[in-house]
């Protein structure tokens, strides 16, 4: 997400940074690159022309530190109001509201309704509630069956009655069979349209009336573009509004709905989705969000992935196994599958500092990248346990026979082997406490 605008935000800084001081020249060349970018990435033209004039006052301004270089300065300033427009941090509330709490979540067709249902209702577990979905789109039975399938795979309570009677009355009977069931959450997945209309507003006021949500929640297409305010406006007006849960982030590029609907609809950003699985839903930070933007990655959404893929007894015994020097190809494998967990390897990478401009360059390439780890897992599963406890009885009948295994050639399970004694050498010399011999880095680095 928000790859091209990322693009064209750092090049305009670049070019900032060759100058020696800011003027107020550079500052207006400055502007019109930032609102092209912004333009360009689908951001509203109402919103793009008060970010940039907000921008371009404190730019001009005297508030300008002369202590930072001229790209500095307009990156400061541009991160700043980014976060600013992105809007404080939502939270779900369930204050001055009765056990269970109902989320009513809307929404066009397609913007990936009952799969955040399920999603929603994984974050709440791991937050210690007990949700409960709750199926009420009568026009798709595809959705009610999608539904049941998602709350079975994430192993939640749910509630369906088909599609023939009324949605009001099965959001009704589905609070009451939450009840039963002891959950505290009810989450209501609702039906869509193509496009907002007047019998889907209806619909929709009259389940709000009779469940009277705590959180009703817009999902909405990050790949919309421009129409995603018009989006935000009606169902804002026609239903009312608590807060935004942004889908498909991963594959848009452009991302300037993220910021749109927040400015006009005036109401904060909750969730992001980032993938298809259940697991790829994230709280949204309006300054991590903006790193990400501005290509200064963010590793505190990188370090609770990796928290919520590893327990503390997991990571102890791996620290431990490395420090002893026993790190088997058994266990590089274990990590790889594991990372796998937190999302897709270039967006992991985009997260490090530094590492966002090489993706957006092609130096990451997801494609690649999976590729070659799912080259390295079918290697390593045509091995025997004793093969992957220890590589060193590995001859040239047994790596002929792992790579007709794997389906792949000789050379690249020889190139394996290699790359893992490489490994277990730097780690025997960090255990050692001597830095690791890196090709390209002087050995006195750390001294």
Known sequence: MFESLSQRLQNTFDALGRTGKLTEADVKTAMREVRMALLEADVALPVVKDFVSRVKERAIGAEVARALKPGQQIVKIVHEELVETLGEPGRLSFSGSTKPHVIMLLGLQGSGKTTTAAKLSVYLRREGRTPFLVACDTYRPAAVQQLVTLAKQVN????????????EDIALRGIKAAKE????????????????????????????QRVNPVESLLVA?????????????GFNEN???TGLVLTKIDGDARGGAAISMRAVADVPIKFLGTSEKTDGFE?????????????????????????????EKEAEELQRKMLR??????????????????GSFANILGMIPGMS?????????????????????????????????????????RRRR??????????????LIKQFRQMQKMMNQMRKGKMPNIPGLPSNFMN
């Open 325 to 342: 020097n026993q790190f088997t190809l058994q266990d590089f494998l274990d990590q790889l599958q594991k990372i796998r967990k937190m």
């Open 156 to 167: 939640v309570g749910y509630h369906e009655e088909g599609t023939d009677p009324k949605p």
């Open 181 to 208: 069931a002891g959950a505290d959450v009810v989450i209501v997945d609702t039906a869509g349209r193509l496009q907002i209309d007047e019998n889907l507003m209806q619909e929709l006021q009259r389940i709000k």
């Open 283 to 311: 709280v949204f930070h309006p300054d991590r969000l903006t790193d990400r933007i501005l290509g200064m990655g963010d590793m505190m959404t990188l370090i609770e992935q990796a928290e919520s893929a590893y327990s």
């Open 357 to 397: 401009r090489m993706k957006m360059q092609g130096a990451i390439n997801d494609e690649d990248i999976e590729n070659r780890i799912s080259r390295v897992e079918a290697i390593i599963n045509s091995m025997t346990p004793a093969e992957r406890e220890n590589p060193k009885i590995l001859n040239a009948s």
């Open 221 to 233: 297409d990050a790949m919309t573009g421009q129409e995603a305010v018009n989006i935000a406006q």
């Open 239 to 241: 239903v009312g509004i």
């Open 402 to 415: 792992i790579a007709a295994g794997s389906g792949v050639e000789v050379r690249d399970v020889n190139d």
